[in-house]
C-alpha cells in the first residue's frame, strides 16, 4: 500500500473493495473454513490467520486514510467542523447498520480473527463514533492542548511498543482471566501510569526516540 500510495479521498473506495472481494472468497470459495479448520503443516497454513486478515487490515487502513485526511484538514470556521462531525456520525452509524445486517441477513459474524467484514465494520464504527463524540466535545468546550497527549504523540511507537511489551509481560506474570475487578483496576492503573510517566519524562528530558 506505502508503495501504491493511493490518493487518500479514494483509498476508502479501495479499501472498500478489498474488503468486498476477502469477504466473498470466505464465504464463497472456502477461505473461512480454510482459515478456521485446516491442519497446520506449512509455512503458510502456520500463518494462516495473520495472512488472511492482512486483507481486513488493510482495509481498515485504507479507510483509516480517508478519515484521517478529512479530520487533519484544516477547517477555517466552527460550521466546517459540525458537518465534519455530522459525517463522522453517519458514518459510524451506516457501519452499524450494514454490520447489524451481515449478522442478522446473512448469517456472517464479527471475527477478529479473520478480520472480516463485520469486524472492520465494527471498527469502522466505533472508531467513527468516537471521533464525532471528541469533536463535538471539543466544538462545545474549546479545551486547551493536553500536554499527555503532546508527549505522547511525541514518542507514540515508542509508547506503543512499550504497551505491546508491557502487556505481554503482564499476560505472563498472572492469570487476566481469572482476575478480581480489584486487580484488574489496579493492574491496568500502574500499566497506564507507568507509560504515561514515560512519555511525560522523556518529553521533560527533550528527548525523541525514532526508529
Not at 54 to 69: E, K, S
Not at 78 to 99: E, M
Not at 131 to 153: D, E, K, Q, Y
Request: one cysteine or more; hydrophobic letters at 55%; proline letters at 3%.
Amino acid at each position: 500500500i506505502a508503495l501504491v500510495n493511493p490518493p487518500a479521498q479514494y483509498a476508502a473506495l479501495i479499501g472498500a473493495a478489498i474488503l468486498v472481494v476477502y469477504q466473498i472468497l470466505l464465504t464463497k470459495f472456502g477461505l473461512q473454513d480454510y482459515i478456521l479448520n485446516a491442519p497446520r503443516v506449512d509455512l503458510i497454513s502456520a500463518n494462516k490467520e495473520g495472512l488472511g486478515s492482512l486483507f481486513g487490515y488493510t482495509a481498515i487502513f485504507l479507510v483509516g486514510m480517508t478519515l484521517g485526511a478529512v479530520l487533519f484538514t484544516r477547517h477555517a470556521t466552527i460550521s466546517r467542523w459540525r458537518h465534519v462531525c455530522l459525517g463522522f456520525f453517519a458514518t459510524s452509524a451506516c457501519a452499524w447498520g450494514v454490520g447489524f445486517l451481515c449478522e442478522g441477513y446473512l448469517g456472517i459474524y464479527v471475527s477478529r480473527r479473520m478480520a472480516n467484514l463485520p469486524y472492520v465494520l465494527l471498527v469502522v464504527a466505533y472508531n467513527t463514533f468516537l471521533m464525532g463524540l471528541f469533536i463535538s466535545i471539543s466544538i462545545v468546550t474549546r479545551p486547551v492542548p493536553s500536554h499527555l497527549l503532546a508527549a505522547i504523540n511525541r514518542n507514540q511507537l515508542l509508547i506503543f511498543l512499550l504497551g505491546n511489551v508491557s502487556t505481554g509481560i503482564i499476560n505472563l506474570s498472572m492469570r487476566t482471566l481469572y482476575a478480581s475487578d480489584m486487580q484488574a483496576f489496579v493492574v491496568l492503573t500502574l500499566y497506564l501510569l507507568a507509560l504515561s510517566l514515560t512519555a511525560v519524562i522523556l518529553e521533560r528530558k527533550d528527548i525523541t526516540i525514532k526508529f
